[in-house]
């Protein structure tokens, strides 16, 4: 549809690019995630963002580094400006991960972003890092996500975590 | 250790029900009696003492050659706590 002066409106539910540069290894995980979960992986990693920026395990994890408040689900975690900024180190080659948000949850990786003290971009980033090398978080991933994958599929994500975390099964 | 803490309050409480006794300064069988108990108990809470303090002497022993022998015990360096602050992606 065209606008008057010939250029495009813009959707009211335009979706925000992200692109986390990470570790060809982290990428190649969340890949490898997306494949065995059969979905895309920007439709995987966006979720792995949004659960984890409002998940308590994650929270929990990453509070350590808040240099400001940040508020979810009624609970308020307690930065410190005091503390250090948090450094990112990527190990070997790194390569870029393309992540779609919708403005609401693009505004909520902003917040957490601020808390952190970071890019949001960066933040994405953290999240996929932090989501996919928490146990618990997974577990709950699992169940709310992955449900009405097949045994087989559900079978092989089991033993890519496991293998992903260094278990032994 | 226990069976020294244990010795030790019934040795008190006998030393405080005889010392009432004996400090009626009578020459009866059991003032004498009482006074050998005394000496007794005595004897036996200074053996008790010294036994609880050559034990606590060994532990501190024990405590700073933890601290000084750095195969026991890694030191913190302040790198390490910097190190917290980071993520590796």
Request: proline share 2%; glycine share 4%; hydrophobic share 35%.
């Amino acid at each position: 549809m065209k606008n008057g002066g010939g250029n495009r409106k813009t959707r009211s539910d335009k979706k925000v690019d992200v692109k986390p540069t990470m570790s060809i290894n982290l990428k190649n995980q969340l890949y490898s995630f997306a494949y065995l979960c059969d979905e895309p992986v920007k439709d995987c990693a966006e979720k792995l963002c949004i659960d984890g920026a409002t998940s308590k395990v994650i929270i929990d994890d990453i509070c350590k580094w808040f240099r400001r408040n940040y508020i979810y689900h009624n609970t308020v975690a307690i930065g410190d400006s005091e503390r250090q900024k948090l450094k990112i180190h990527i190990q070997g080659e790194s390569d870029k991960v393309t992540i779609r948000f919708k403005q609401k949850d693009y505004d909520l990786l902003c917040e957490l972003a601020h808390a952190l003290d970071v890019t949001p971009t960066t933040t994405s980033g953290i999240l996929i890092k932090t989501t996919l090398t928490n146990v618990e978080f997974m577990q709950q991933y699992a169940h709310e996500h992955l449900m009405h994958l097949s045994d087989k599929q559900k079978r092989d994500i089991d033993v890519f975590l496991n293998k992903l975390w260094g278990l032994k099964k | 250790m226990i069976n020294a803490i244990g010795m030790a309050v019934v040795s008190t409480y006998l030393l405080v029900a005889v010392s009432s006794a004996t400090k009626k300064n009578d020459s009866s069988i059991f003032a004498l009696v009482g006074n050998l108990v005394k000496f007794g108990i005595t004897k036996v809470d200074l053996s008790i003492q010294n036994y609880i303090e050559e034990k606590d002497e060994e532990m501190m022993e024990l405590v700073t050659q933890v601290k000084k022998d750095p195969t026991r015990k890694k030191v913190k360096s302040i790198e390490e706590e910097s190190n917290k602050y980071e993520i590796f992606m």
